[in-house]
């Protein structure tokens, strides 16, 4: 059977505060690197499917358990 | 003392505080009942304690994988029977995750664990698990907790306020930066309630800052013996 990679691309929504990314931009600053305004963290899942999981099921996957829709956005990628 | 009243408290790997809120049903007169995670029975209990901890090691988000463990099903289906479900810390994240609660809790702000001893203002007497509080009461138990910033849409948190479900409030300072300073709220109905404090933990002056953190467990034994 056929098996294909799928990324998830996990985001905190823009209006959720994400002290990790701003504690991320702070060390930039602390490392001498300038012109890095902002830092957001997220997560980036890679699946490995086989043929008989469709989109519907990939987003669902995503939508209950790798993200969580009240705090974060998403994007699934067949790669 | 005790009211013949049993209170299942739900055990995941990684759950840390089960066995004080189990101390803590015994304080307050019922008999705790172990439920563990993988089990699909409730085993008849009166109401149900989430309590605290890292279930699943918090992988992936707090209390996402648990809330989807198989005891959960079964405590979403007991709580639409109006059965009391009460989540502490790690349990409210757990219940917010199972969709029993709105909203949900991130990273504190500032990034630090905050764990110290927290006073909190009873905003709602009319769930199971306030009633025996007074409105505007405040009281001090500890808060432990890197993941405990309550957050939500802005029509939910109208919602919350218009319905009276904010159960508790921070006072004093708010620990995490949660949104309007929640530190508890109810479900629709006021038999689920969830907090990031830990009631369970202070009520024994040997052990805890008060004895404030009993009036949780009291409360539902009157919430639940008014519904039989």
């Known amino acids: 059977m056929h098996v294909a990679k799928v990324v998830v691309d996990v985001m905190p929504k823009p209006e959720i505060l994400d002290p990790q990314g701003q504690a991320v931009a702070g060390a930039l600053t602390r490392l001498g690197v300038a012109g890095v305004g902002d830092v957001r963290q997220g997560k980036h899942f890679v699946l490995e499917v086989d043929d008989s999981v469709d989109d519907e099921t990939l987003e669902r996957v995503a939508a209950t358990l790798l993200a969580n829709p009240v705090i974060e956005d998403w994007v699934v990628t067949r790669a | ?228």
Request: aromatic share 6%; charged share 15%.
């Open chain 2, 1 to 228: 003392m005790t009211t013949g009243m049993r209170i299942g408290v739900i055990t995941f790997p990684g759950t840390l505080d089960d066995v004080d809120a189990a101390r803590a049903v015994r304080y307050a007169g019922a008999e705790p009942v172990a439920l563990w995670h993988a089990q699909h029975d409730l085993e008849g209990v009166d109401a149900i304690v989430v309590p605290g901890g890292f279930s699943y090691g918090d992988y992936l988000r707090a209390g996402a994988i648990a809330s989807i463990a198989p005891i959960m099903t079964e405590v979403v289906a007991a709580a639409g029977r109006g059965t009391p479900v009460l989540g502490i810390c790690n349990g409210f994240q757990i219940l917010c995750e199972a969709g029993l609660l709105p909203g949900a809790l991130v990273r504190n702000a500032g990034l630090h664990f905050v764990c110290r001893d927290q006073r909190l203002r009873v905003e709602s007497t009319t769930t199971a698990w306030t009633g025996g509080f007074t409105a505007g009461q405040e009281l001090l138990v500890p808060i432990k907790s890197g993941e405990g910033r309550f957050v939500a849409d802005a029509g939910t948190l109208a919602q919350l306020e218009a319905e009276n479900r904010i159960v508790f409030r921070y006072a004093g300072g708010n620990p995490n930066g949660a949104l309007a300073d929640i530190a508890g709220i109810a479900s629709a109905d006021g038999r689920v309630v969830g907090l990031m404090p830990h009631p369970e933990h202070a009520i024994d002056p040997l052990t805890g800052p008060s004895t404030d953190g009993l009036g949780l467990f009291t409360s539902v034994l009157q919430a639940a013996v008014s519904a039989a």
